[in-house]
C-alpha cells in the first residue's frame, strides 16, 4: 500500500509532524461521531470522528505513541494515544472494547468514502452541530 492511499480494505495516516505514521489493512467496524464532553476536550473541537478498527489491523509504520489514561462516564478506562512531538490524537481505546481501536479520521491521508454510520451523546451535541441525515443517533452511547 501507497502512503495516502486507500483501497478497499486499508488506508494509512500520521500525525502533524509526520514522525508517527500508520497502516490499517482491514475496513473499519464502525465510524462513530461522538459529542460527548471528553471527546470534544480531548480533541478541542465540537465532536470528535471515531474510525473503530481491529487492533491486529493497526501498523505504526514509524515513530511512537504517548498515551494518558482517564475514566469515562461508562465506567471505562479510555487511552488517548498521541505523537509525542506534536500532540496529534491518533488511537483511542476503552477497557469495555477489548481488541478494537479507534483513529481519529483527521489524521487519516485518504478519507474517501468513510462517513460516520452512527451519532453517540447527541444530548451533548453543540446547538450549531445539527445531527446528519444519514447516520442512526444515540443519546447517550451506543447501546453494547
Known amino acids: 500500500m501507497h502512503q495516502g492511499s486507500k483501497t478497499m480494505a486499508g488506508f494509512s495516516g500520521s500525525c502533524l509532524c509526520g514522525a508517527v505514521k500508520y497502516e490499517v489493512s482491514g475496513e473499519p467496524v464502525r465510524v462513530a461521531q461522538c459529542h460527548c464532553d471528553d471527546c470534544r476536550r480531548a480533541t478541542g473541537s465540537a465532536f470528535a470522528t471515531n474510525v473503530f478498527v481491529k487492533e491486529e489491523d493497526i501498523t505504526v509504520l514509524q ?82
Open 63 to 144: 515513530g511512537e505513541t504517548n498515551s494518558f489514561q482517564h475514566a469515562a462516564d461508562s465506567g471505562s478506562t479510555m487511552t488517548k494515544e498521541f505523537c509525542g512531538n506534536c500532540g496529534s490524537q491518533l488511537f483511542g481505546s476503552g477497557s469495555s472494547a477489548p481488541g478494537i481501536k479507534n483513529i481519529k479520521i483527521g489524521s487519516i491521508d485518504d478519507v474517501g468514502d468513510i462517513k460516520p454510520q452512527i451519532e453517540v451523546f447527541t444530548s451533548k451535541s453543540l446547538p450549531y452541530t445539527p445531527p446528519l441525515e444519514f447516520t442512526e443517533k444515540f443519546e447517550k452511547g451506543r447501546p453494547r
